[in-house]
């Protein structure tokens, strides 16, 4: 779009009668009042800089946006806030910082504000850090101010989580500090070792030398370099090599025979390796716990979609405003525009729209009408609503959601577990060939030997092998949330990515799931209603998609002794009468025609023909998995005509009609004997059998499916877009796993032979070990390069 088309401010398109203002002599166009007059403050205030820095367009301001007031409550700030010099600080989250520009912005745009003492803001992590005086200004003020420019400010994840955030991060950042200066300081009194190479130095300077080093490199090795000490520890006393005993075994040595060359005045000491060493390695293990922590946002993201108060509305029409730990069942809830849903609930409204991105990946607003279900942490969108809460607190979708993030994250799949076993392997091989090439050298070159092994132990440091799999599998759960797609189960990515065949289910996956009554006939012995109030009596707690043809029948009658038979129908007893409902077969009319019988004791009565539509994104999402190579088949419970007809629109050549889910299993297990690696796709109600034994199994659709622990690949929404570009990350995955696997080995295999033939001085080997790391973390990072279906 053009400048001209699109709001000045938010980017985005403009209304038909858009907002005019002129600034700077220039005519601006906006799509909403809000925007408008966050544009004239910032041109009041001075900071029209913004727009020219700015990479990304800002968010829509709401105009209308409730009172901030509610964070001026003591109970918000006593678990979110804590005490400093002066006042109060607390960490926010805000969802429309997109670019540094905008967290320019924010810091002078607060630090204007009356009473505010500190603030700074990350556009990485789109946290927002404001420390007040309360006896100045409520917090609510410059918060007002934050949302008046597009920033709607979140909670964080409790005061207690961000402390020990921050205390970990700057811990981290000054072990580095201190690393740095240390190794700059030891190479510089190293190279005026080095450059002495005819020996003239005098003693008494070059143990000046090399006691300042001592004293430099020593904090370095036993602060800034103490996890590594300290998981070296752990390794051995869990009976296990790996690369913290590597990496704390050769900087302890480096120091220990460099401190006692130095007291006996021996001709060579090695601090500059060590501390350079430990400096690298720190850095690398920082830029890939950022790695990590950029992959797996979506548990902040989470965090932020929880609102600190809900709107409870009264029995007599009044309001009050509550923190959402109050909210029960059955209490009913207003939701302003923009603000995000407390608990999950039911609509009853006649309609609104709900963004839903941060569950499912669907950018775009979703109209519900009155009925329908609404989830905790999905936005409302242009117009208020009101909705009866179903669930609240750890049973809601959002608090799901959470959990089956963490488990994702917390998951070693084998190919993790095996490249650790390697590591630990090749520790173990890497030692005694230390000793090998130090008895070597001892005999051939006596003065070399203790670096020529230090060289070797540093250069072939597994840090590249260890974190080839983990930073990918990182990063890949990332680029999955960001489509609403999250691996619940070790491995489930990885057979992913060698599927051959997709095993679709019909009604609910392909299709809609929202059959549609079409015809009623054959009525004998009873009218039309009667039959439709028998059937609904059948059905009303079925979780068969057909069941919610019949949800909006009056007056049903009690249906005793319900049971239902897999694949066939529903029996039940009603005023003292056996009925059946379900199949031709099942209700004795005769062969399968597709259609759905009532029938009792003397026979079928009652004809019901229904119509279902398929999904709008159906085919294109097929027609990408014949793209990437994929077999696609339709297993479907409903009768051979109507799934034919089904296929034959859909381009589906192998379609199986009338398959019970021990029939699908069947037929994934006749696909297995064949070689193929099988995925079935199924919207988890009726198919946990074959979505256990398929080699791997999406569940998609809705709550039920969220749910539903069969499946390793939870879809969140019920786009089927989604499933080529799950196919296609996982496929990515395993392929930047392979290549960062080639490339550890690669590496060790190119420097271990140069270093243990003296050709690789330590510093060197260290600077060699830390850019392999790098390269290995920055290559998983193009996983997060997502494409939105």
């Not at 190479?187 to 070059?206: H, I, K, N, S, V």
Request: net charge neutral; charged share 20%; with cysteine.
């Amino acid at each position: 779009m053009t400048a001209l088309s699109v709001c000045h401010h938010c980017g985005e398109p403009l209304p038909q009668h858009p907002v005019q203002a002129e600034f700077d002599g220039s005519a601006r166009a906006f799509c909403c009042d809000g925007c408008a007059a966050a544009a004239h403050w910032i041109s009041d205030a001075h900071l029209g800089d913004y727009y020219r820095l700015r990479s990304a367009p800002a968010g829509r301001v709401d105009a209308d946006a409730p009172s901030l007031a509610v964070w001026d409550r003591e109970e918000l700030l006593a678990s979110h806030a804590r005490n400093v010099a002066g006042g109060r600080e607390i960490t926010l989250l805000t969802d429309g910082m997109r670019c540094a520009a905008c967290a320019w912005l924010i810091d002078r745009a607060l630090t204007r504000e009356a009473g505010v003492l500190d603030t700074s803001a990350n556009a990485i992590t789109g946290r927002i850090r404001i420390a007040w005086d309360p006896t100045q200004t409520s917090l609510s003020k410059p918060l007002t101010r934050l949302a008046a420019l597009g920033y709607r400010p979140y909670l964080a994840t409790g005061e207690a989580r961000e402390a020990a955030r921050r205390r970990e991060r700057n811990r981290d950042l000054l072990r580095i500090g201190l690393a740095g200066i240390g190794a700059m300081q030891a190479m510089m009194f190293a190279e005026a070792l080095y450059l002495d190479t005819r020996g003239q130095m005098p003693l008494p300077t070059r143990d000046f030398f090399r006691w300042i080093t001592f004293m430099v490199s020593t904090p370095v090795v036993f602060w800034a370099g103490w996890p590594f000490i300290v998981g070296a520890w752990n390794e051995i006393r869990n009976r296990r090599l790996g690369m913290d005993v590597l990496i704390a075994g050769s900087t302890l040595l480096a120091w220990a025979v460099s401190t006692w060359e130095t007291i006996q005045g021996g001709p060579h000491v090695w601090y500059d390796a060590a501390v350079m060493f430990i400096f690298l390695l720190l850095v690398a293990r920082q830029l890939e716990q950022r790695a990590r922590s950029i992959a797996s946002a979506q548990v902040d993201a989470l965090a932020r979609a929880r609102p600190a108060f809900a709107t409870r509305e009264l029995a007599d029409g009044s309001r009050e405003s509550v923190p959402i730990d109050a909210l029960a069942v059955e209490d009913v809830v207003r939701v302003a525009v923009g603000e995000p849903v407390p608990a999950d609930g039911v609509l009853l409204d006649a309609d609104a729209h709900f963004e839903e991105s941060l569950l499912t990946g669907e950018a775009a607003p979703i109209t519900k009408h009155a009925g329908a279900a609404v989830y905790a942490g999905t936005a409302c969108r242009e117009h208020a609503a009101r909705i009866r809460i179903t669930q609240v607190g750890a049973a809601t979708r959002l608090a799901e959601l959470v959990r089956l993030v963490e488990t994702a994250q917390a998951h070693r799949p084998a190919l993790a577990r095996g490249a650790e076993r390697i590591a630990g392997w090749f520790v173990a091989g890497l030692l005694l060939a230390a000793i090998a090439v130090y008895a070597w050298w001892r005999v051939h070159e006596p003065a070399r030997a203790f670096e020529v092994v230090l060289s070797l132990l540093v250069i072939s440091c597994p840090c590249a092998l260890s974190l080839a799999v983990p930073a990918a599998l990182a990063t890949a759960h990332g680029a999955l949330a960001k489509i609403g797609v999250l691996s619940v189960r070790p491995d489930g990515l990885d057979r992913l990515a060698r599927v051959t065949d997709v095993v679709f289910d019909k009604t609910g996956t392909l299709s809609d799931g929202k059959p549609v009554l079409q015809t009623i006939d054959h009525c004998t012995g009873m009218d039309a209603q009667t039959a439709l109030r028998i059937a609904a009596a059948l059905e009303r707690d079925s979780s068969h998609p057909l069941a919610s043809a019949f949800a909006r029948v009056e007056n049903i009658p009690t249906a005793t002794g319900v049971r239902a038979i897999a694949g066939q129908g529903v029996e039940g007893w009603i005023d003292g009468q056996h009925w059946r409902i379900g199949t031709a077969p099942f209700a004795g009319a005769g062969e399968d025609d597709g259609a759905v019988w009532l029938a009792n004791s003397s026979g079928a009565h009652v004809r019901f023909a229904f119509v279902e539509q398929q999904r709008q994104d159906a085919m294109a999402a097929l027609q990408a998995l014949r793209t990437q190579g994929v077999s696609l088949h339709l297993a479907s419970g409903d009768a051979p005509a109507s799934v034919q007809r089904f296929a034959h629109a859909m381009d589906l050549a192998n379609a199986h009609a009338r398959q019970t889910p021990e029939a699908k299993l069947a037929l994934v297990r006749s696909l297995q004997q064949q070689g193929r690696v099988v995925a079935m796709v199924g919207d988890g109600l009726n198919d946990a059998p074959v979505l256990a034994g398929a080699d791997v199994s999406l569940a998609i659709g809705d709550g039920a499916a969220l749910a539903q622990r069969a499946a390793d690949l939870v879809l969140a929404g019920s786009a089927l877009g989604t499933v080529p570009a799950t196919l296609g990350i996982a496929r990515r995955t395993r392929r930047i796993i392979r290549q960062n696997l080639a490339w550890a080995l690669g590496y060790n295999l190119l420097a271990i032979p140069l270093a243990a033939t003296g050709n690789v001085t330590p510093w060197l080997a260290a600077l060699g070990m830390a850019l392999s790391s790098l390269a290995v973390t920055a290559n998983a990072l193009r996983l997060t390069r997502v494409v939105r279906p």
